[in-house]
């Protein structure tokens, strides 16, 4: 008989920003068990519900019981499994006793490379009953949970002590230990709204009833779609904060969520406004409420009880986030007592890494690469040094104590607050973008001078003491670094040399800490990281390939390079010559070095040898103005009117000819042609 499944875990209060992944990898782990066990379809995914008290899901079209199956053992090899006498070994013995069959029942079979031994046994499939409270007690073991707790004289653990199980199929009760707890049908609903004690008939009325008794919205995804709409409606003619991470926070501490509108005092807006909106959202979880890009004195609460006079949830809210705001009114008075120069010396007691000296020496460098990136783009190098003299001091200041994420932020509003420019200002708040992937870059070429950097002196610096990111791990947040340089020289464009950087950054450092390969290591993690970039950015692999082989030195050159190799690509004579380059490449390998330093005319000897060397010399005037004026597109575009005199020169030339002369010359002849082909991309990399 099929059913609904429900199994809840009612718990106390669940940690918050974890709880969301805890009910889908509950999900997911009974799926897969129930699937394997043959109780659900595979195709079955379920409902998933978790509230700050409780962990459960459904299952629609659940059987009672499992259908009867044929359970295939895969036993040892045929080899090993036999003597010589052709009686079973003991590892054969021992599969058969586990499997419970005798010699005569097995069967062989091979994976291709070795034969072996299948026992096929068949089960008659059980009861749910027998296997639920177990397949439970396993997926509870298997979630992301960092610590467990201990609760009373048991001996149970999980991540907050549970007071009650449910396992229900359709109307009946399923018997059952979990965690030391016997399952029943009764659940509890909201804290303080509910009726109490609720009772589940069925397993499929479970959501509506604790809804409509317990006042608990039992899913994760409804709860937080309702708050959004009710912020959306509260603001009005304003707009909220969106945060997802804090709206996911934020669904997974309320059960029944009503959002009320609360105040403080205007005269904190003369704070600003980055810190009144961190510190609501961090401290106090609320969504502040903007007019166009200002903020107000006004926010939303989303509370956890839906009342009909919400006088004292809202001032006990504008009482409670009325300190955060003075500390950071306090802070941000305080700090601008002094000067940002004037804390520069503070940085010297700041270690940056025990290799890489403090951050008053980091600080030393990033002046001079600053100014050298600076002069380079045309941008003011005395604002660049400024900027980077000043871009960590905020380090030292206690708004950036309290809130580590408003460095650069806080340095900005200091900066203007002492009379700085406002490009230097600006250049110490953007110098750390991008933050994150998609994140705005800086604007302006101090700016960009002043991030480059940073980035560049970062990366650098860890690579030159063998600190590579590995796997996973990325502690210094190299990969971002990488990222922001790439996408900086590419999307703003610069025109400059990324060795050259790369060289310029490495100035800055002692000899004596640079081991290993530090450059070819640091060349090859920027490669494949603007690898990554350019393929998430969907282009085609094989053009990405095609650029990136002749580790181009401007990335701001990258995307008419690609631009190039798209449009080639389109051409009717690719193909064709994309698989000649290839040819050619192989032919100029193969050949150990034995190709002329240039063609001599005099040794061309078969018409087609002396068209195609017609046709190059043509060409490759043309072809150097357009690389010259960057037009990658009109280049190889002409190199396409080859096509012909490269078809015919292979269809009727030897080039390994026997006389060593003319063999020279033929391949010196490829190598001009292959030297033409592949100044925009290696296309031989088209070729399939």
């Given at each position: 008989m099929k059913a609904t499944l429900l199994i809840e875990l009612l718990t106390e209060e669940l940690p918050p920003k974890s709880l969301a992944k805890l009910g889908l990898s509950f999900r997911e782990q009974m799926q897969k068990s129930l699937a394997t066990a043959g109780f659900i379809e595979a195709g079955n995914e379920g409902r998933w519900f978790a509230t700050p008290r409780r962990l459960a899901m459904q299952f629609d079209d659940c059987l009672e019981s499992q259908p009867d199956r044929v359970i295939e053992k895969k036993g040892p090899a045929v080899s090993s499994g036999v003597g010589a006498d052709g009686t079973p070994t003991k590892a054969l013995e021992g599969f058969m006793r586990s499997a419970g069959v005798e010699f005569a029942q097995l069967e062989k079979q091979s994976d291709g490379k070795v034969d072996y031994f299948v026992a096929r046994m068949?089960?008659?499939?059980?009861?749910?009953?027998?296997?639920?409270?177990?397949?439970?007690?396993?997926?509870?073991?298997?979630?992301?949970?960092?610590?467990?707790?201990?609760?009373?004289?048991?001996?149970?653990?999980?991540?907050?002590?549970?007071?009650?199980?449910?396992?229900?199929?359709?109307?009946?009760?399923?018997?059952?230990?979990?965690?030391?707890?016997?399952?029943?049908?009764?659940?509890?609903?909201?804290?303080?709204?509910?009726?109490?004690?609720?009772?589940?008939?069925?397993?499929?009325?479970?959501?509506?009833?604790?809804?409509?008794?317990?006042?608990?919205?039992?899913?994760?995804?409804?709860?937080?779609?309702?708050?959004?709409?009710?912020?959306?409606?509260?603001?009005?003619?304003?707009?909220?904060?969106?945060?997802?991470?804090?709206?996911?926070?934020?669904?997974?501490?309320?059960?029944?969520?009503?959002?009320?509108?609360?105040?403080?005092?205007?005269?904190?807006?003369?704070?600003?406004?980055?810190?009144?909106?961190?510190?609501?959202?961090?401290?106090?979880?609320?969504?502040?409420?903007?007019?166009?890009?200002?903020?107000?004195?006004?926010?939303?609460?989303?509370?956890?009880?839906?009342?009909?006079?919400?006088?004292?949830?809202?001032?006990?809210?504008?009482?409670?986030?009325?300190?955060?705001?003075?500390?950071?009114?306090?802070?941000?008075?305080?700090?601008?007592?002094?000067?940002?120069?004037?804390?520069?010396?503070?940085?010297?007691?700041?270690?940056?890494?025990n290799k890489l000296g403090t951050q008053g020496e980091r600080v030393d460098r990033l002046v001079r690469l600053a100014a050298t990136i600076a002069h380079r783009i045309g941008a003011d190098p005395m604002q660049a040094e400024q900027a980077a003299l000043l871009a960590k001091a905020d380090l030292v200041t206690d708004m950036v104590g309290e809130f580590p994420e408003l460095q650069g932020i806080m340095g900005r509003y200091y900066a203007l607050a002492d009379g700085e420019p406002a490009a230097v200002a600006d250049a110490i708040q953007s110098h750390y973008q991008p933050r994150f992937n998609g994140d705005a870059l800086p604007v302006g070429g101090v700016a960009c001078a002043v991030a480059l950097a940073d980035k560049l002196d970062a990366l650098i610096g860890f690579f030159a003491i063998g600190q590579i990111p590995t796997g996973d791990k990325d502690p210094f947040g190299l990969r971002r670094a990488a990222l922001g340089v790439l996408r900086i020289l590419m999307e703003t464009p610069l025109p400059l040399s990324l060795p050259e950087l790369i060289d310029a950054a490495a100035a800055g450092f002692a000899p004596e800490i640079f081991t290993g390969d530090w450059r070819s290591a640091s060349a090859d993690f920027l490669r494949e990281r603007l690898r990554n970039l350019l393929r998430d950015a969907g282009h085609d692999h094989r053009a990405v390939d095609a650029v990136l082989a002749l580790d181009p030195a401007r990335i701001d050159q990258v995307p008419a390079r690609l631009a190039a190799v798209k449009a080639f690509a389109a051409l009717p004579e690719a193909d064709a010559l994309a698989a000649a380059n290839k040819r050619i490449v192989n032919i100029l390998r193969k050949s150990g070095g034995e190709a002329g330093a240039a063609v001599n005319p005099a040794l061309l000897q078969e018409d087609a040898e002396k068209a195609l060397f017609a046709a190059v010399e043509t060409a490759a005037p043309g072809i150097e103005a357009q690389l010259a004026a960057a037009d990658y597109t009109a280049a190889l575009k002409t190199l396409a009117g080859l096509r012909g005199a490269v078809d015919a020169f292979f269809d009727g030339v030897m080039v390994m000819a026997e006389d060593a002369q003319i063999r020279s010359n033929r391949l010196a002849l490829l190598s001009r042609l292959a030297g033409l082909m592949n100044r925009v991309a290696d296309i031989s990399r088209l070729s399939s």
């Open positions: 068949s089960r008659k499939g059980g009861r749910i009953d027998e296997t639920l409270a177990g397949m439970v007690e396993a997926a509870l073991k298997k979630l992301p949970v960092a610590k467990l707790m201990r609760w009373g004289a048991s001996e149970a653990q999980f991540v907050r002590p549970v007071h009650g199980l449910m396992l229900m199929h359709g109307a009946r009760t399923i018997s059952g230990e979990v965690l030391g707890l016997a399952s029943r049908n009764v659940t509890r609903g909201h804290r303080f709204m509910s009726v109490g004690v609720i009772d589940i008939p069925r397993a499929g009325d479970y959501e509506a009833i604790l809804e409509k008794q317990g006042r608990v919205i039992a899913s994760f995804d409804k709860r937080r779609a309702m708050i959004v709409e009710q912020l959306d409606r509260a603001a009005g003619k304003l707009t909220w904060v969106r945060d997802d991470a804090l709206l996911d926070e934020v669904a997974a501490l309320v059960e029944f969520p009503a959002v009320y509108e609360a105040s403080f005092e205007p005269e904190f807006l003369a704070v600003p406004q980055e810190c009144l909106i961190l510190t609501m959202k961090a401290n106090q979880k609320y969504f502040p409420l903007m007019d166009g890009d200002k903020l107000t004195h006004r926010f939303l609460v989303v509370s956890n009880m839906k009342v009909v006079d919400p006088t004292n949830i809202v001032t006990g809210n504008a009482r409670v986030v009325r300190p955060r705001l003075a500390d950071a009114k306090f802070f941000f008075e305080t700090d601008k007592k002094t000067p940002l120069s004037a804390r520069i010396g503070k940085l010297s007691r700041v270690v940056y890494h």
